[in-house]
């Protein structure tokens, strides 16, 4: 017998089974991002609106709005433990 069909034998003697249960990476994909879902959840009513309306190309919105938003999505990410927040300016 060679040693080929002896390794062979050994290997087919202990299949391995795949675990197969995994959950759909669409059912997490995503979860932790301050997306628009997250943000008119945790936004006000008014500071969301003005970033949709700046969103969409047409306003301006104001400093008070711009550190509503800043403040909120570090409080949100903080205890997700995200270690980077993207700021538009990555090099």
Not at 12 to 18: D, H, L
Not at 53 to 82: C, H, L, Y
Request: with cysteine; proline share 5%; aromatic share 10%.
């Amino acid at each position: 017998m060679s040693n080929r069909t002896q390794i062979t034998q050994m290997v087919e003697a202990c299949p391995i089974k795949a675990k197969t249960n995994f959950p759909k990476v669409s059912s997490y994909y995503g979860c932790n991002t301050f997306n628009e879902e997250t943000m008119k959840k945790v936004l006000s009513d008014k500071t969301f609106a003005a970033f949709k309306k700046w969103q969409d190309g047409g306003a301006v919105i104001s400093e008070k709005q711009a550190d509503e938003i800043a403040n909120t999505m570090k409080e949100w990410a903080f205890p997700r433990a995200q270690l980077h927040i993207p700021t538009g300016s990555n090099p």
